[in-house]
């Protein structure tokens, strides 16, 4: 669990261990790839004593390896390479979310974790829009205006990124009994709305009531409008502040 922990918020920064088929995004996957690979032998020994087959999890958690096997076919060796090692960190992970999230505390520990590495992203986001901090293409003046990719570098993957953690924080804000994870919830939903506009990702626009329609059936019909409640509420706020936002980090950019 603390290994799951440290990889969410390490290689994060480390382009988000996004493959754009370029040199610079080669060392940050074959150092994930080794460190886990170290956890992938404990992880080995784990499942040697404790793997059956009995729900569909364990069935999934034995057919996932065959995800890099579609890549030993391929046009272009290299590129395929590096798509079996990122296919390898999905198995691994994917191994590791069925042995410890099968129990209320391993899954709330992965799922904390998930969704405060999001935040993370999204605050050092800002830093850089706002000139405290410096990531490579984190903001970008382009034709269209301004548009945010974070630690991405790429502007869909990161309204992608955004779309799953703004759905995490709504679902905090609806599930959180504790005000102070209430309010730390409801507080960064506008901040992750803005930054999803502010990616100017038309593929996320159209995405956007797709998902919400997806996600709508597992919730209860109160649940379904606090939802909507919710989300109208920080796209209300996000749309008021957006300009002002955009003037104030392109004035910094232009300094």
């Known amino acids: 669990m603390l290994f799951i ?23 940050p996957i074959n150092s994930a790839v080794i460190w886990a690979g170290i956890i992938l032998f404990l992880l080995s020994i784990y499942y040697f004593y404790n793997w059956k087959i009995e729900e569909m999890r364990d069935f999934m958690t034995a057919w996932v390896w065959a995800i890099p096997v579609c890549y030993l076919t391929p046009v272009s060796a290299h590129h395929a390479a590096f798509m079996v090692r990122l296919s390898l960190l999905y ?50 003046l382009t034709g269209e205006g301004l548009r945010l990719t974070s630690v991405f ?55 956007l009531p797709v998902i919400v329609l997806l996600v709508l059936p597992f919730y209860r019909f109160v649940q379904q409008i606090s ?19 955009k003037e104030l980090t392109t004035s910094v950019f232009n300094r």
Request: proline share 1%; charged share 10%.
């Open 227 to 245: 939802f909507f409640v919710y989300l109208l509420a920080g796209s209300f706020a996000a749309l008021l502040i957006v300009e002002p936002v």
């Open 91 to 140: 198995g691994i992970f994917f191994g590791l979310a069925a042995a410890f999230a099968r129990e209320k505390r391993g899954a709330a520990l992965i799922q904390q974790g998930i969704v405060f590495a999001g935040y993370t992203a999204v605050i050092y986001c800002y830093m850089n829009m706002f000139g405290n901090a410096y990531h490579k293409d984190a903001v970008m």
């Open 5 to 27: 922990q440290l990889f969410l918020f390490i290689f994060l920064f480390e382009a988000a261990l996004f493959y754009g088929y370029s040199v610079h995004y080669e060392k």
């Open 153 to 207: 570098q790429y502007a869909n993957a990161y309204a992608a990124y955004l779309l799953a953690i703004l759905l995490c924080a709504v679902w905090m804000v609806m599930r959180s009994r504790k005000w102070y994870a209430v309010l730390l919830h409801a507080t960064m939903v506008v901040p992750t709305l803005l930054s999803f506009f502010l990616t100017l990702s038309r593929g996320g626009l159209v995405m």
